[in-house]
């Protein structure tokens, strides 16, 4: 990560992509997921979409903030809510231990839960850390 402050660059950056850009590639990744995951596993159940149902609304607030800049404050919020989602319904991972059937009883279902749960918290940390970035560069700004 890159996210050091200076004057060329006071973007909180990921591999070189700001948080718009990592926002709608992760919402790429969550849709090629879901139907991937749906057309391997031959699933009639709209719940093998959810990930896709999940990475469609980031894909869609990742571009808008990119083209709208004075709403980015606002969609990048909103984005890390659904970030936060993805995380806490993947956590229906770890239910499936206490069952008798154990977590693997349906192992495509487990692996996108487990999946959701550790992608959502990686993106939910980085959301976090790019606002901590931002705050401080807007006192950093504000004391020069």
């Known amino acids: ?7 060329t660059n006071p973007e909180f950056l990921v591999i070189g992509q700001n948080m718009e850009r990592v926002t709608t590639i992760y919402g790429a990744f969550l849709i090629i997921w879901g139907v991937a995951v749906s057309t391997i596993s031959g699933s009639g159940s709209i719940t093998s979409l959810i990930p896709s149902m999940i990475g469609l609304p980031m894909v869609i607030l990742g571009i808008t903030s990119s083209l709208l800049p004075k709403t980015k404050k606002m969609l990048m919020h909103i984005a890390v809510l659904i970030g936060l989602f993805a995380f806490i ?25 487990l999946m959701l749960f550790t992608t959502g918290f990686v993106f939910t940390i980085l959301c976090v850390k790019s606002f901590i970035f931002v705050r401080k560069n807007r006192e950093v700004t504000r004391s020069e």
């Open 1 to 7: 990560m890159d996210n050091a402050h200076d004057d």
């Open 89 to 113: 319904g993947g956590a229906d991972f770890f239910r499936g231990f206490s069952s008798a059937e154990g977590a693997f009883s349906n192992p495509w279902a487990a692996i996108s839960k």
